[in-house]
């Protein structure tokens, strides 16, 4: 993503928000307790930078996020920010400072795009002048007067963004952006998403689709049951929990996976009449030395990014059958992590 190093300004130290669930008593039928949600996670946000937020749904992505954006309290640990000057200060109110586009916003009716913007507008004294630069900032100009009911999806979202920008946040919060979108309007609103980052604006996107962050973001923060499991650049992560330097490697023909890597480097293996597909752990210029002197045909090799099961198998230490459970427990247990410091 280039030179450019950014600082963090915004920072989540042990914050804590847990939903209350239902705990009824003979003499308390109405009583609660607390439930799922966020415990003990600590984040830091940087200027400029794209955090891909991802864990499978029920993770608590969402939690955090409107924790994040100021719409659910924190109930415990503390907010700090430097947003104006070097000295970190406690944030009560995130609201000012934060822009947030939830999974789901509903775009409808005869109002014209410009006519629902304006609305949201006039609740934060926005001015038409501003509304007019949102639109031409997230591709909308030319769409200003188009009913709400003719849009499409991606331009319904990229009418979420700019309802978001509306404050001109120093940070960008978005929850499952990519949903709905075919792989056009995603790689268009992927190279929104870059654009308002170059601004200087930290951008935060909420995913349980790994694949769709790959070259969009600068870090990850791998969620699972509540609680920040690892957080930093991708590929630091990747290496940190052991998924790093997987290679795909394809060619024509049969071939036993044995003569092109050791069984402990060996991910996975696929074959079929048209030939076959050997994804291993190790490094590539060793299996195809081997490939060579076997003289096996090859077709293509290129590298391979985990899938979100296989970082999480490789974070907790579970099998891939229990990461698929998905049952929360409301007493939320601390996980076991594999190769993070309980600290994170």
């Known amino acids: 993503m280039g030179l450019f190093m950014p600082e963090a300004f915004l920072s989540f130290k042990s914050v804590q928000h847990r939903h209350a669930v239902p705990a009824p008593r003979l003499t308390r039928p109405w009583a609660k307790r607390p439930g799922p949600g966020i415990v003990g996670l600590s984040l830091d946000l940087y200027e400029g930078a794209v955090l891909g937020l991802i864990g499978p749904n029920g993770a608590g992505k969402t939690t955090l996020i409107r924790m994040m954006a100021g719409v659910l309290p924190v109930q415990e640990g503390r907010v700090e920010a430097r947003f104006e000057g070097d000295s970190w ?7 000012p400072w ?9 775009w409808q009716g005869r109002a014209s795009v410009a006519e629902a913007l304006t609305q949201l507008g006039e609740m934060r004294g926005t001015s038409e002048k501003r509304i007019h630069r949102l639109l031409g900032l997230v591709g909308l100009g ?3 007067e188009e009913p709400l009911d003719n849009l499409s999806q991606g331009m319904r979202q990229r009418l979420s963004i700019a309802a978001a920008l509306l404050g001109s946040p120093k940070v960008l919060l978005l929850d499952e952006p990519f949903n709905g979108l075919d792989p056009v309007a995603a790689q268009a609103f992927a190279s929104l998403i870059r654009k308002l980052a170059s601004k200087g604006v930290s951008v935060v996107i909420s995913s349980h689709m790994v694949a769709q962050l790959e070259g969009l973001i600068d ?21 940190r929990l052991g998924l790093h330097g997987r290679y795909a490697i394809s060619g024509a023909g049969k071939v036993e996976p044995a003569t092109l890597a050791d069984s402990e480097d060996v991910v996975s293996f ?8 050997l994804t291993v752990n190790d490094r590539q210029e060793k299996v195809l030395q081997r490939a060579l002197d076997a003289d096996v045909v090859l077709t293509s090799w290129a590298p391979v990014r985990p899938n979100l099961v296989e970082w999480l198998c490789a974070a907790t230490g579970m099998s891939a059958e229990d990461v698929s459970l998905e049952v929360v427990s409301s007493a939320m247990l601390p996980m076991q992590v594999a190769g993070v410091d309980e600290g994170e």
Request: aromatic content about 2%; hydrophobic content about 30%.
């Open 89 to 95: 200060t406690d944030l009560s109110d995130l609201r």
């Open 98 to 106: 934060v822009g947030h586009m939830p999974e789901q916003v509903r």
């Open 142 to 144: 030319s769409r200003r």
């Open 219 to 239: 870090r990850v923060a791998l969620i699972h049951r509540g609680q920040l499991l690892d957080e930093g650049p991708l590929g630091d992560v990747e290496q």
């Open 270 to 277: 696929e074959s079929d009449e048209e030939g076959w597909t």
